[in-house]
């Protein structure tokens, strides 16, 4: 059984630093994805970034290039999102997620298959 979980979430003030991390488990996947999508109140879920270990590809949203940076940590099956100079507007559910095989290469805009139960990031002063 897949397990995705998130932690690190929390309220920053706007210009601070939150690391987000997302520990996975319960697979034996040969490559795949991993993936941090977020949705505001009354908004739609985006795509935030993403991470392949298909081909090494990353992809951001624009609104978040230059301040957010992914990462991962291969023997532990874990995917870090350091974001920095936070904004009002990245207030938000931030979710985890995996998808098998994927590339990065094409973008954000895909369903991943294995999600998290998500984290939630409040950027207020």
């Known amino acids: 059984q897949v397990q995705v979980v998130e932690s690190g979430g929390g309220l920053v003030q706007p210009g601070g630093s939150l690391r987000l991390s997302c520990e996975a488990s319960g697979f034996t996947l040969p490559s795949y994805a991993m993936g941090w999508f977020r949705q505001a109140p009354g908004k739609e879920r985006e795509g935030v970034s993403c991470?392949?270990?298909?081909?090494?590809?990353?992809a951001y949203a624009d609104s978040v290039k230059g301040r957010f940076t992914i990462s991962r940590d291969n023997a532990k099956n874990t995917v870090y999102l350091q974001m920095n100079s936070l904004k009002p507007e990245d207030t938000a559910v931030y979710y985890c997620?995996?998808?098998?095989?994927?590339?990065?290469?094409?973008?954000?805009?895909?369903?991943?298959?294995?999600w998290g139960q998500g984290a939630q990031v409040t950027v207020s002063s």
């Open positions: 991470i392949s270990s298909r081909d090494g590809s990353i």
């Open positions: 997620a995996i998808d098998p095989a994927r590339s990065c290469y094409y973008g954000l805009d895909y369903t991943p298959l294995y």
